[in-house]
């Protein structure tokens, strides 16, 4: 074998060196940006189930939380803080998991799961009540959205009341303890 030759297994060699190693950066990135997705949605799914909790966390939120989006504006007016809170907080939620969903973080399961909730929430006769006063601090990107999401939806379908058995269970109870 000539020098020459040495020259061409060198180079050829080194060409598929340097392909291996485009290859594995190449491959790098794409774990890498697994890596980010994942870490994005669970660092904004921490929040919603935080937000899950705090709907429940102490004696008498369950019915604030029921009562409130029922009927917001007849509420009493810890019940409408509850509320504020409440639906505040998963709103911004829904807006961080909105940017986060155009920017390729969130998977569409991900993100419809989220809107469905912010919808739901915002279809309840206390939610409709509490988003006239609600859209007015919310950040006008989400609020365009959601609006427009809202007129899309019938009226007959589920609201977030009808999620859980419970939550019309609750209400009936309450209206007969308040009967009595």
């Given at each position: ?92 939620v829904a807006e961080s ?36 006063y609600g859209e007015r ?44």
């Amino acid at each position: 074998m000539t020098l020459e030759n040495f020259y061409y297994v060198g180079q050829t060699v080194a060409v598929v060196a340097i392909l291996m190693s485009l290859l594995a950066v190449v491959w790098q990135m794409q774990q890498s940006q697994k890596m980010e997705r994942a870490a994005a949605q669970r660092d904004l799914l921490l929040p919603v189930s935080e937000w899950g909790r705090m709907t429940n966390s102490q004696d008498g939120d369950i019915d604030r939380f029921v009562v409130g989006l029922h009927g917001y504006d007849s509420a009493e007016a810890l019940t409408q803080s509850f509320i504020d809170k409440a639906l505040s907080e998963f709103v911004f939620v829904a807006e961080s998991a909105l940017n986060m969903h155009r920017d390729g973080f969130f998977s569409e399961g991900t993100w419809g799961g989220i809107e469905g909730a912010a919808l739901a929430l915002l279809r309840t006769p206390g939610g409709k009540q509490w988003w006239v006063y609600g859209e007015r601090v919310i950040g006008a990107e989400i609020v365009a959205h959601l609006n427009k999401r809202l007129r899309e939806i019938p009226d007959s379908a589920p609201t977030f009341l009808d999620f859980w058995p419970s939550y019309r269970n609750r209400l009936r109870e309450l209206e007969v303890l308040k009967a009595a």
